[in-house]
Structure formats: C-alpha cells, structure tokens
C-alpha cells in the first residue's frame, strides 16, 4: 500500500528521490503475480470446495475439474513467472510426463475406490463435530499420516525404491509432479485416507481436505519464483520443496506436502530466507532408471540392487 501511495504522489512532484524511484519500478507485473499466485490459489480451492458442498456437486466430477484447473493455472505461471528456465520440460519430457501422469492417476483412483468404501462404513451418520470443526481435525490428521509416510519412504530400504522414482529428475516443475511409481502412491494416498476413514470423519471434511491437499501438492512442486515469507513456516510450499528434493542431505528434509508444522516438530524443517538447493536429483543417478524409461522404473522395486 506504500509503495503504491508513493507512486501516486510522484505524479504530483516534478521530483523524485532515487530511493522513491526504485520502490516504483518494484510494482510490476511479475511482482504482482509473484505475490498473488498462492492466494488465488488457495482461494479458487476454497470456493469450489464450498460451492461443491452447497450445491452438492458430484465430488467425482468436481476433484479432476479442478485439478485440471490447477494443472493449467500453475504451468501459465511456470511460463511467467519461471524459478529456473532451465527446469522448463522439454517436448520428450512432456510425453514421459504424460505417461506418469496417467499412472498416478490411475494409482490415486485405486487408493480411492479402496478407502471409499471404508469411509462409508467408517464414518458416522451424525459427525460428533460441526463440519467447520471437523475439517480442521481431518487437515491435520492427514497431514501428519502423509508426513509420516513420506518420511518412512526415504528410509525404508523397499518403499524408497518405489519412491525414489519421484526424485530421478534433475529439475522441479509442475509437470513431473506425477513421476511416480503407481505403487508409491497407492501406499500413500492410501494410508493418508484409510486415517481418515477409521478416525471416522465425514464424507465432506474429507473431500474438502481433499482437494486443498491436490493443490498443495501440485502448488508446491511448481517452477514458479514465489516467496511465501513467514507462511513457510506454516503451510508447505516450492521454496521449501526444491530443498526436499536437493541433492544435499543437509538441505533436504521438508517432508510435509500441504502443512510445514511437523516439519518444524519432528526436526526436518531446513528452510531459511534465500535458501536455494545445491542441485536436484539423485545423489546417485545410476542407482535408478531414467525418467524416460518408464517401465523398466515401474519394475525398480523387485530388481536385484546392484552390489
């Protein structure tokens, strides 16, 4: 509000101080995306949601809307706004990229259909919370359980061998959000609904919980120059994943996909103003295969480990 009160007054003096004239030249359009990215975001997330629950919208029809939605938002800003150019996919990239896709898709529907059914038995008829309570509690508890199993997965020898697909590409962008082994994110989903179901929240809190995790989780993986300030401390976002997916094991904690809490709690929170990732990857490349070698990445996890 400062910088555009001094910009307004400027019009009116003849003069204008060097220091007046460099806080104007901030006001850009580029600043101005930088700083409205996320909150459009997590405001367009919010209004479906509540629309969806008011209208009573078809939830199966609602959650791919959006992400295709949040899919093409984000990779508009990759173009406007890039953190790194190089990180751009290339015209092959897009097509393995496209492949992944459908494979965690297809991974995220059988999580999906399985724990569905158990929400419905699961879940009570009356919840015991008002839904705008509710849905806080379902946040957390499934965001401490995606924690907990994101974390398990860099450490468990078999589940890295599954999740390690996700870390191949040298580069972070919204595109390869959806490298993955279709195993990996079955466990993952899968888990973080299943806690869900048997902590017996309803059919709504986990929808909305739902789709604000879609967004978070493609938001977070964008190649878009965003800095979130003192909401790093909060909520999850690309500052911080770039680091999870560092090459360096110092920078590389940030488990937390949607909220960055746990993080901070259980001491994996590296994040600091400026932090940029030494490089991204694998510190062992060979130890996996190429992003464009799709099968021979899906049939990883029961080949022999080499040595």
Same mark, same amino acid.
């Given at each position: &509000?400062?910088?555009?009160? *001094?910009?307004?007054?400027?019009? #009116?003096?003849?003069?204008?101080?060097?220091?007046?004239?460099?806080?104007?030249?901030?006001?850009?359009?580029?600043?101005?995306?930088?700083?409205?990215?996320? /909150?459009?975001?997590?405001?367009?997330?919010?209004?479906?949601? &509540?629309? +969806?629950?008011?209208?009573?919208?078809?939830?199966?029809?609602?959650? /791919?809307?959006?992400?295709?939605?949040?899919?093409?938002?984000?990779? #508009?800003?990759?173009?406007? #706004?890039?953190?790194?150019?190089?990180?751009?996919?290339?015209?092959?990239?897009?097509?393995?990229?496209?492949?992944?896709?459908?494979?965690? &898709?297809? %991974?995220?529907?059988? !999580? *999906?259909?399985?724990?569905?059914?158990?929400?419905?038995?699961?879940? /009570?008829?009356? /919840?015991?919370?008002?839904?705008? *309570?509710?849905?806080?509690?379902?946040?957390?508890?499934?965001?401490?359980? %995606?924690?907990?199993?994101?974390?398990?997965?860099?450490?468990?020898?078999?589940?890295?061998?599954?999740?390690?697909?996700? $870390?191949?590409?040298?580069? =972070? @962008?919204?595109? @390869? @959000?959806?490298?993955?082994?279709?195993?990996?994110?079955?466990?993952?989903?899968?888990? =973080?609904?299943?806690?869900?179901?048997?902590?017996?929240?309803?059919?709504?809190?986990?929808?909305?919980?739902?789709?604000?995790?879609?967004?978070?989780?493609?938001?977070?993986?964008?190649?878009?120059?965003?800095? &979130?300030?003192?909401?790093? $401390?909060?909520? +999850?976002?690309?500052?911080?994943?770039?680091?999870? $997916?560092?090459?360096?094991?110092?920078?590389?904690?940030?488990?937390?996909?949607?909220?960055?809490?746990?993080? $901070?709690?259980?001491?994996?929170?590296?994040?600091?103003?400026?932090?940029?990732? =030494? !490089?991204?990857?694998?510190?062992?490349?060979?130890?996996?295969?190429?992003?464009?070698?799709?099968?021979?990445?899906?049939?990883?996890?029961?080949?022999? +480990?080499?040595?």
């Amino acid at each position: &509000m400062e910088e555009f009160e *001094q910009s307004a007054s400027s019009e #009116i003096e003849p003069t204008t101080s060097l220091a007046s004239t460099k806080r104007i030249s901030v006001i850009s359009p580029g600043s101005v995306l930088r700083a409205t990215a996320y /909150p459009v975001l997590f405001l367009t997330t919010l209004s479906v949601a &509540m629309a +969806a629950l008011r209208y009573r919208w078809d939830p199966t029809r609602v959650s /791919p809307l959006l992400l295709i939605g949040i899919v093409t938002y984000l990779v #508009i800003l990759e173009r406007l #706004i890039p953190y790194e150019r190089d990180w751009r996919p290339r015209a092959d990239e897009w097509r393995w990229y496209g492949v992944y896709f459908l494979l965690t &898709m297809a %991974g995220g529907a059988l !999580a *999906q259909g399985l724990v569905t059914a158990a929400v419905g038995v699961l879940s /009570p008829a009356e /919840p015991a919370l008002a839904l705008w *309570q509710e849905i806080p509690c379902a946040l957390l508890s499934g965001s401490l359980a %995606g924690y907990l199993v994101h974390r398990l997965a860099h450490t468990h020898t078999w589940l890295w061998r599954l999740h390690g697909v996700h $870390h191949v590409p040298q580069k =972070v @962008n919204v595109a @390869n @959000n959806g490298v993955n082994h279709i195993l990996d994110i079955v466990i993952e989903q899968g888990c =973080v609904q299943l806690t869900l179901a048997l902590a017996g929240f309803s059919r709504e809190s986990v929808f909305v919980v739902g789709l604000f995790v879609v967004a978070q989780g493609f938001f977070i993986h964008a190649n878009i120059d965003v800095r &979130m300030g003192w909401l790093n $401390h909060a909520l +999850a976002g690309p500052e911080q994943h770039r680091l999870h $997916h560092s090459t360096a094991l110092s920078q590389a904690g940030h488990y937390g996909s949607d909220l960055a809490v746990w993080d $901070h709690l259980f001491g994996s929170f590296t994040w600091r103003p400026g932090s940029r990732p =030494v !490089a991204v990857g694998l510190r062992d490349p060979a130890s996996f295969p190429g992003t464009g070698e799709i099968l021979a990445a899906q049939l990883h996890p029961w080949r022999r +480990a080499k040595g």
